[in-house]
């Protein structure tokens, strides 16, 4: 799906350079739900730019279905922390606005938009706006947004960190059941080691230091079963995860 060979990146800073990416390589197979986690400043953000097609390479390329990524493309959803939302539209206008300004005829987008506002739990909010939400609802209309545009690709920059633990909770369990129904790539972001566990088919651990590097790499296979969260395995892959940060930060 995803095939990042050996990219590099550096950030011009005044007369010098910040050498975020050297010879970067990274495999995302289709359906994988990849978490990267690590210290502030590693270079989290700069891959999901490079992976969304915001940035590009100084070196090497990169793929998305064997074609190059060479800006951004329609089947790539981003997804940040501050939810993106026009405030002057309501919900039901903000989550049919992708599908609207590609022109598509209300009735032919009508059905799915319905469809996507019962699922996320916004129908009884579709005529609010976006001052009128919690953080959770918010975040619930900017996900809803972009999947009407049914992506192949989510790409999320820390989506649930502004939000309270338990909405924060229901999310994941929100996010899991996407995912899992429809089989969607989706690489994520997040400071959470739990969330990171919680989410991650994969996790990759990446260590500051220029340039970046991946100092762990979890897969983890029990992800999306129910009750993971209370077994023996999640608490020793967060205590895996959490020690490799911590040897990462270590000098
Ligand atoms: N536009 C920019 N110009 C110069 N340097 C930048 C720019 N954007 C990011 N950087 C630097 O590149 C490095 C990687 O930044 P990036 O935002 O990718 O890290 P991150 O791991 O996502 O951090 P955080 O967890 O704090 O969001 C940092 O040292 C940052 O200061």
Known sequence: MIEVSHCDLAYVQGASQVKVYDDFSLKVE?????????????????????????????????????????GTRLKTAFILQEYGLFPWLTVEQNVSLGLRVRHMPKRLYQGAVQEILHKMGLWEVKHHFP????????????LARVLTLQPDLLLMDEPLSALDALTRERLQILLLDIWQEQKLTTVLVTHSIEEAVFLGSRILVLADGRPTHVIGEILNPLVGQSGYRQTSEFFQNTSYVRSLLEGGMVG
């Open 30 to 70: 289709q359906g994988e739900s990849l978490v990267l986690i690590g210290p502030s400043g590693c270079g989290k953000s700069t891959l999901l730019y490079l992976l969304a097609g915001l940035l590009r390479p100084t070196g090497g390329e990169l793929r998305i279905l064997g074609e190059r990524v060479m």
């Open 131 to 142: 001052s009128q939400l919690s953080g959770g609802q918010r975040q619930r209309v900017a």
